[in-house]
Protein backbone atom coordinates (compact mmCIF):
# COMPACT_ATOMS: atom_id res chain seq x y z
CA UNK A 1 0.00 0.00 0.00
CA UNK A 2 0.96 3.11 -0.79
CA UNK A 3 0.80 5.93 1.86
CA UNK A 4 2.69 8.92 0.46
CA UNK A 5 2.77 10.75 -2.73
CA UNK A 6 5.85 9.65 -5.16
CA UNK A 7 7.31 12.06 -7.72
CA UNK A 8 5.70 11.68 -10.37
CA UNK A 9 7.14 10.54 -13.53
CA UNK A 10 5.56 12.59 -16.76
CA UNK A 11 5.77 10.54 -19.92
CA UNK A 12 2.85 11.80 -22.14
CA UNK A 13 2.63 13.69 -25.46
CA UNK A 14 -0.12 16.25 -26.57
CA UNK A 15 -1.90 15.23 -29.94
CA UNK A 16 -4.03 17.90 -31.56
CA UNK A 17 -7.32 16.04 -32.77
CA UNK A 18 -10.62 17.36 -34.30
CA UNK A 19 -13.26 17.38 -32.37
CA UNK A 20 -16.91 15.17 -33.25
CA UNK A 21 -19.17 17.58 -35.86
CA UNK A 22 -22.08 18.97 -34.00
CA UNK A 23 -24.79 21.06 -34.59
CA UNK A 24 -25.97 24.07 -32.42
CA UNK A 25 -29.40 23.67 -32.37
CA UNK A 26 -29.93 20.21 -30.70
CA UNK A 27 -28.21 18.74 -27.44
CA UNK A 28 -25.73 16.20 -28.69
CA UNK A 29 -26.87 13.53 -25.91
CA UNK A 30 -30.32 12.73 -24.46
CA UNK A 31 -31.53 9.64 -22.63
CA UNK A 32 -32.81 7.96 -19.61
CA UNK A 33 -31.16 5.97 -17.01
CA UNK A 34 -31.84 4.79 -13.60
CA UNK A 35 -29.90 5.55 -10.83
CA UNK A 36 -30.24 5.44 -7.10
CA UNK A 37 -31.55 8.74 -5.24
CA UNK A 38 -30.75 9.91 -1.68
CA UNK A 39 -34.08 8.86 -0.44
CA UNK A 40 -32.66 4.72 -1.05
CA UNK A 41 -35.14 4.46 -3.86
CA UNK A 42 -34.01 3.49 -7.47
CA UNK A 43 -35.47 5.85 -9.99
CA UNK A 44 -35.25 6.95 -13.64
CA UNK A 45 -32.85 10.18 -14.29
CA UNK A 46 -33.21 12.32 -17.64
CA UNK A 47 -30.08 13.51 -18.90
CA UNK A 48 -29.24 15.96 -21.00
CA UNK A 49 -25.92 16.84 -22.50
CA UNK A 50 -25.68 20.35 -24.22
CA UNK A 51 -23.67 21.65 -26.99
CA UNK A 52 -21.77 24.54 -26.45
CA UNK A 53 -18.30 26.40 -26.13
CA UNK A 54 -15.49 24.49 -24.86
CA UNK A 55 -14.87 24.34 -21.38
CA UNK A 56 -11.53 27.07 -20.57
CA UNK A 57 -9.91 24.88 -18.24
CA UNK A 58 -8.72 22.03 -20.26
CA UNK A 59 -7.37 19.38 -17.38
CA UNK A 60 -5.35 17.30 -18.63
CA UNK A 61 -7.86 14.01 -18.45
CA UNK A 62 -10.72 15.01 -19.57
CA UNK A 63 -11.94 13.88 -23.05
CA UNK A 64 -15.36 15.90 -23.41
CA UNK A 65 -14.26 18.29 -25.39
CA UNK A 66 -14.63 15.93 -28.31
CA UNK A 67 -18.13 17.15 -28.06
CA UNK A 68 -17.96 20.95 -27.39
CA UNK A 69 -17.49 23.94 -29.97
CA UNK A 70 -14.60 26.59 -30.37
CA UNK A 71 -17.43 29.51 -30.39
CA UNK A 72 -19.60 30.83 -27.93
CA UNK A 73 -23.06 30.18 -28.86
CA UNK A 74 -26.20 33.03 -29.30
CA UNK A 75 -28.30 33.80 -25.95
CA UNK A 76 -31.16 31.20 -26.34
CA UNK A 77 -29.33 28.93 -28.00
CA UNK A 78 -28.80 26.07 -25.05
CA UNK A 79 -32.42 27.05 -23.58
CA UNK A 80 -33.92 25.87 -27.16
CA UNK A 81 -31.93 22.76 -26.88
CA UNK A 82 -33.20 21.94 -23.76
CA UNK A 83 -36.27 22.50 -24.63
CA UNK A 84 -35.98 20.51 -27.36
CA UNK A 85 -34.72 17.70 -25.46
CA UNK A 86 -37.29 17.85 -22.79
CA UNK A 87 -40.12 17.26 -25.67
CA UNK A 88 -37.74 13.90 -26.40
CA UNK A 89 -37.50 12.38 -23.26
CA UNK A 90 -40.07 10.36 -20.84
CA UNK A 91 -41.44 11.46 -17.31
CA UNK A 92 -39.07 11.49 -14.90
CA UNK A 93 -38.69 13.13 -11.02
CA UNK A 94 -34.88 14.26 -11.66
CA UNK A 95 -33.05 15.24 -14.65
CA UNK A 96 -28.73 15.59 -15.34
CA UNK A 97 -28.11 18.53 -17.57
CA UNK A 98 -24.15 18.26 -18.32
CA UNK A 99 -22.74 20.82 -20.31
CA UNK A 100 -19.02 19.34 -20.67
CA UNK A 101 -17.99 21.96 -18.74
CA UNK A 102 -19.56 24.40 -15.83
CA UNK A 103 -23.17 25.29 -15.85
CA UNK A 104 -21.79 29.31 -14.80
CA UNK A 105 -19.66 29.02 -17.36
CA UNK A 106 -21.51 32.17 -19.04
CA UNK A 107 -19.54 31.32 -21.76
CA UNK A 108 -21.48 28.16 -22.46
CA UNK A 109 -24.26 28.65 -21.07
CA UNK A 110 -25.46 32.90 -21.03
CA UNK A 111 -27.32 33.44 -17.75
CA UNK A 112 -30.86 34.21 -19.26
CA UNK A 113 -30.73 30.52 -20.47
CA UNK A 114 -30.16 29.10 -17.04
CA UNK A 115 -33.35 30.96 -15.86
CA UNK A 116 -35.37 30.06 -19.05
CA UNK A 117 -34.29 26.59 -18.44
CA UNK A 118 -35.54 26.79 -14.28
CA UNK A 119 -38.65 28.42 -15.51
CA UNK A 120 -39.28 24.80 -18.34
CA UNK A 121 -37.96 22.59 -15.61
CA UNK A 122 -40.80 24.25 -13.07
CA UNK A 123 -43.88 23.30 -15.01
CA UNK A 124 -42.60 20.13 -15.94
CA UNK A 125 -42.51 19.35 -12.02
CA UNK A 126 -39.03 18.21 -11.66
CA UNK A 127 -37.58 17.39 -8.36
CA UNK A 128 -34.29 17.26 -9.05
CA UNK A 129 -31.70 19.51 -11.07
CA UNK A 130 -28.05 18.19 -11.20
CA UNK A 131 -25.35 20.25 -13.08
CA UNK A 132 -21.76 20.70 -13.15
CA UNK A 133 -19.52 23.38 -12.27
CA UNK A 134 -15.98 23.89 -11.67
CA UNK A 135 -15.54 24.69 -7.82
CA UNK A 136 -13.74 27.92 -8.64
CA UNK A 137 -17.37 29.25 -10.00
CA UNK A 138 -19.10 28.60 -7.13
CA UNK A 139 -20.26 32.03 -5.97
CA UNK A 140 -23.48 34.37 -6.39
CA UNK A 141 -24.70 32.90 -9.61
CA UNK A 142 -25.08 29.51 -8.52
CA UNK A 143 -26.52 30.31 -5.50
CA UNK A 144 -29.56 32.95 -6.76
CA UNK A 145 -30.12 29.98 -9.86
CA UNK A 146 -30.66 27.98 -6.94
CA UNK A 147 -32.64 30.32 -5.14
CA UNK A 148 -34.67 31.01 -8.42
CA UNK A 149 -35.25 27.31 -9.31
CA UNK A 150 -38.02 25.10 -7.72
CA UNK A 151 -36.24 21.76 -8.24
CA UNK A 152 -33.72 21.07 -5.86
CA UNK A 153 -30.37 21.97 -7.26
CA UNK A 154 -26.94 19.63 -7.05
CA UNK A 155 -23.66 20.70 -8.41
CA UNK A 156 -21.26 17.87 -9.50
CA UNK A 157 -17.72 19.13 -9.14
CA UNK A 158 -14.74 17.27 -10.23
CA UNK A 159 -12.38 16.22 -7.24
CA UNK A 160 -10.62 13.75 -9.12
CA UNK A 161 -7.79 13.34 -6.56
CA UNK A 162 -6.71 14.33 -2.77
CA UNK A 163 -2.90 13.69 -4.68
CA UNK A 164 -2.19 17.33 -4.65
CA UNK A 165 1.19 16.63 -6.82
CA UNK A 166 -1.38 14.35 -9.14
CA UNK A 167 -4.08 17.15 -8.68
CA UNK A 168 -2.01 19.80 -10.10
CA UNK A 169 -0.50 17.85 -12.88
CA UNK A 170 -4.18 17.22 -13.98
CA UNK A 171 -3.90 21.10 -14.45
CA UNK A 172 -7.43 21.33 -12.75
CA UNK A 173 -6.53 24.83 -11.35
CA UNK A 174 -8.02 24.45 -8.11
CA UNK A 175 -6.63 23.19 -4.88
CA UNK A 176 -8.33 20.83 -2.56
CA UNK A 177 -9.10 23.87 -0.17
CA UNK A 178 -10.98 25.47 -3.36
CA UNK A 179 -13.11 22.61 -3.22
CA UNK A 180 -14.02 22.53 0.56
CA UNK A 181 -15.41 26.50 0.10
CA UNK A 182 -17.15 25.64 -2.88
CA UNK A 183 -18.59 22.49 -1.03
CA UNK A 184 -19.09 24.18 2.42
CA UNK A 185 -20.75 27.49 0.39
CA UNK A 186 -23.31 25.25 -1.60
CA UNK A 187 -24.27 23.10 1.81
CA UNK A 188 -24.64 26.56 3.36
CA UNK A 189 -26.83 27.36 0.77
CA UNK A 190 -28.91 23.99 1.13
CA UNK A 191 -27.47 23.09 -2.52
CA UNK A 192 -26.67 19.12 -2.60
CA UNK A 193 -22.74 18.21 -4.19
CA UNK A 194 -21.88 15.26 -5.55
CA UNK A 195 -17.79 14.77 -6.74
CA UNK A 196 -16.43 12.67 -9.40
CA UNK A 197 -13.05 10.89 -8.46
CA UNK A 198 -10.78 9.36 -10.87
CA UNK A 199 -9.47 5.82 -9.79
CA UNK A 200 -6.03 6.36 -10.75
CA UNK A 201 -4.51 8.95 -12.89
CA UNK A 202 -2.53 9.19 -15.40
CA UNK A 203 0.96 8.60 -13.58
CA UNK A 204 -0.23 6.50 -11.03
CA UNK A 205 -0.34 2.39 -11.16
CA UNK A 206 -3.20 0.46 -9.82
CA UNK A 207 -2.43 0.26 -6.70
CA UNK A 208 -1.67 3.61 -5.81
CA UNK A 209 -4.47 4.53 -7.96
CA UNK A 210 -6.25 2.62 -5.46
CA UNK A 211 -4.86 3.86 -2.76
CA UNK A 212 -5.42 7.56 -3.69
CA UNK A 213 -9.34 7.01 -4.77
CA UNK A 214 -10.34 5.38 -0.99
CA UNK A 215 -8.15 8.70 -0.06
CA UNK A 216 -10.14 10.63 -2.11
CA UNK A 217 -13.47 9.45 -0.78
CA UNK A 218 -12.64 10.09 2.87
CA UNK A 219 -11.64 13.74 2.19
CA UNK A 220 -15.08 13.88 0.29
CA UNK A 221 -17.14 12.52 3.39
CA UNK A 222 -15.35 14.57 5.71
CA UNK A 223 -16.52 17.78 4.31
CA UNK A 224 -20.12 16.82 3.78
CA UNK A 225 -20.42 15.51 -0.13
CA UNK A 226 -23.08 13.41 -0.28
CA UNK A 227 -22.74 11.06 -3.57
CA UNK A 228 -19.49 10.03 -5.08
CA UNK A 229 -19.00 8.89 -8.53
CA UNK A 230 -15.50 7.05 -8.89
CA UNK A 231 -14.52 7.06 -12.60
CA UNK A 232 -11.22 5.19 -14.61
CA UNK A 233 -9.51 6.86 -16.40
CA UNK A 234 -10.06 6.03 -20.30
CA UNK A 235 -7.78 6.73 -23.51
CA UNK A 236 -7.80 10.47 -24.60
CA UNK A 237 -7.07 11.43 -27.68
CA UNK A 238 -4.90 14.37 -26.93
CA UNK A 239 -3.33 12.92 -24.11
CA UNK A 240 -0.92 9.62 -24.97
CA UNK A 241 0.09 8.06 -21.57
CA UNK A 242 2.19 5.69 -20.61
CA UNK A 243 -0.47 4.12 -18.38
CA UNK A 244 -2.28 0.53 -17.70
CA UNK A 245 -5.90 1.46 -16.97
CA UNK A 246 -7.47 0.03 -14.11
CA UNK A 247 -8.94 -3.60 -14.00
CA UNK A 248 -12.93 -3.85 -13.04
CA UNK A 249 -11.69 -5.43 -9.57
CA UNK A 250 -9.74 -2.12 -8.37
CA UNK A 251 -13.32 -0.26 -9.31
CA UNK A 252 -15.28 -2.71 -7.40
CA UNK A 253 -12.73 -2.55 -4.70
CA UNK A 254 -12.98 1.39 -4.22
CA UNK A 255 -16.58 1.34 -4.37
CA UNK A 256 -16.96 -1.51 -2.09
CA UNK A 257 -14.68 0.70 0.44
CA UNK A 258 -16.98 3.89 -0.23
CA UNK A 259 -20.54 2.22 0.14
CA UNK A 260 -18.60 0.22 3.27
CA UNK A 261 -18.31 3.69 4.89
CA UNK A 262 -22.10 3.94 5.40
CA UNK A 263 -22.02 7.89 4.33
CA UNK A 264 -23.64 8.48 1.19
CA UNK A 265 -24.30 6.54 -1.97
CA UNK A 266 -21.17 5.71 -3.92
CA UNK A 267 -21.29 4.92 -7.75
CA UNK A 268 -18.92 3.42 -10.36
CA UNK A 269 -18.64 4.55 -13.87
CA UNK A 270 -17.74 2.09 -16.53
CA UNK A 271 -17.75 5.05 -18.57
CA UNK A 272 -18.53 2.74 -22.51
CA UNK A 273 -17.11 -0.42 -21.02
CA UNK A 274 -20.80 -2.14 -20.95
Known sequence: MVTHP??????FTVHLTVKNTLDESIAYGVFSEPELTRAGVVEDHNIILTTNKECPFKCTMCDL????LDYRVEKG?????VR?????????KHLKLYNAGSFFDRQSI???????????????GYETLIVEAHPKLIGTPCFEFADYLQPQL???????????QALQELNKNMTLDDFKRATASMLEHDISVRAFILLQTPWQNEEEGVHWAKASIDFAHAIGVECLTVIPLRKNERLAVDFVPSSTQALDEVVAYGLSKNNGRVFGDTWDAV
Open 65 to 68: WKNT
Open 77 to 81: TVAKQ
Open 154 to 164: EVAMGLETVNE
Open 110 to 124: PEQDTFDIADDLRVL
Open 6 to 11: RPIEKH
Open 84 to 92: KALDQLPTA
